[in-house]
């Protein structure tokens, strides 16, 4: 909570001020400059069909689409923009990132067109509790707006809260999320189009174990799509 009010206390006194090189912003939301943005090493997976990111889950889900905003290796700017939004309490960069990719997407990619509903991978809850917020929801949300889907945080859940996967390998990471999801309400799923969105991906066993749980509900479809891509 501590983080929550601060960020609000800090936004009011540095309404427009650009995350990664500290200059004045154009608009008051917006939290990346029009110049970061321009030089920040973007993915464009979107315009590939395969990609390095549909690539990652080959032999292990069918997924319709896959696109992560930019890459995540050795990027100071994308590390901060990554942090700021999940430590930080800066919530506006999720929004901000989400409202940018979403219009980038659907204007390159028609599966992306198609999305009916947006659904963040969750936290545990007490894991959220303790951060006061899911990063996620935020993305989600700017993406719902640009693609014109609902986005809903209440309908996928995590029932266990697992320990942090920074240090595991991919087999670990695996076993670590095997089972731990859960769709609350399969009959809303049922025949839609989703997309599944979550911060980072980095060996995608967060992504495919949600994933899994999705596709359980008769005529669901799943694209992915992150803010950012581990090499
Ligand atoms: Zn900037």
Same mark, same amino acid.
């Given at each position: 909570?501590?983080?929550?009010?601060?960020?609000?206390?800090?936004?009011?006194?540095?309404?427009?001020?650009?995350? $990664?090189? @500290? @200059?004045?912003?154009?608009? &008051?939301?917006?939290?990346?400059?029009?110049?970061?943005?321009?030089? +920040?090493? =973007?993915?464009?997976?979107?315009?590939?069909?395969?990609?390095?990111? $549909?690539?990652?889950?080959?032999? =292990?889900?069918?997924?319709?689409?896959?696109?992560?905003?930019?890459?995540?290796?050795?990027?100071?700017?994308?590390?901060?923009?990554?942090?700021?939004?999940?430590?930080?309490?800066?919530?506006?960069?999720?929004?901000?990132?989400?409202?940018?990719?979403?219009? =980038?997407? #659907?204007?390159?990619?028609?599966?992306?067109?198609?999305?009916?509903?947006?659904?963040?991978?969750?936290?545990?809850?007490?894991?959220?509790?303790? =951060?006061?917020?899911?990063?996620?929801?935020?993305?989600?949300?700017?993406?719902?707006?640009?693609?014109?889907?609902?986005?809903?945080?209440?309908?996928?859940?995590? %029932?266990?809260?697992?320990?942090?996967?920074?240090?595991?390998?991919?087999?670990?990471?695996?076993?670590?999320?095997?089972?731990?999801?859960?769709?609350?309400?399969?009959?809303?799923? %049922?025949?839609?189009?989703?997309?599944?969105?979550?911060?980072?991906?980095?060996?995608?066993?967060?992504?495919?174990?949600? #994933? %899994?749980?999705? +596709? &359980?509900?008769?005529?669901?479809?799943?694209?992915? #799509?992150?803010?950012?891509?581990?090499?």
């Amino acid at each position: 909570m501590r983080v929550n009010l601060y960020s609000g206390f800090s936004a009011l006194i540095h309404p427009s001020i650009c995350i $990664t090189c @500290q @200059q004045k912003v154009v608009k &008051k939301e917006e939290v990346i400059c029009i110049e970061c943005d321009y030089h +920040l090493p =973007r993915t464009n997976f979107h315009t590939e069909k395969k990609n390095k990111f $549909t690539e990652r889950f080959w032999g =292990r889900i069918p997924i319709e689409a896959a696109a992560s905003m930019y890459y995540f290796n050795g990027n100071e700017h994308v590390k901060r923009i990554i942090h700021g939004l999940k430590y930080e309490g800066k919530t506006q960069i999720g929004e901000q990132v989400g409202r940018i990719m979403g219009k =980038r997407i #659907a204007y390159a990619n028609p599966t992306f067109q198609k999305i009916d509903l947006i659904l963040p991978v969750p936290l545990h809850y007490k894991r959220q509790k303790e =951060r006061g917020y899911n990063q996620s929801d935020f993305f989600a949300k700017g993406l719902a707006k640009t693609l014109i889907a609902i986005w809903r945080n209440d309908l996928l859940t995590r %029932k266990v809260n697992t320990k942090s996967q920074t240090t595991m390998n991919a087999l670990e990471r695996m076993k670590n999320v095997e089972n731990i999801f859960e769709v609350v309400d399969p009959a809303f799923l %049922k025949n839609k189009n989703i997309l599944l969105v979550d911060d980072v991906v980095t060996t995608g066993a967060t992504l495919e174990a949600c #994933a %899994k749980e999705i +596709l &359980k509900v008769e005529g669901t479809k799943v694209s992915l #799509a992150t803010m950012a891509f581990v090499l």
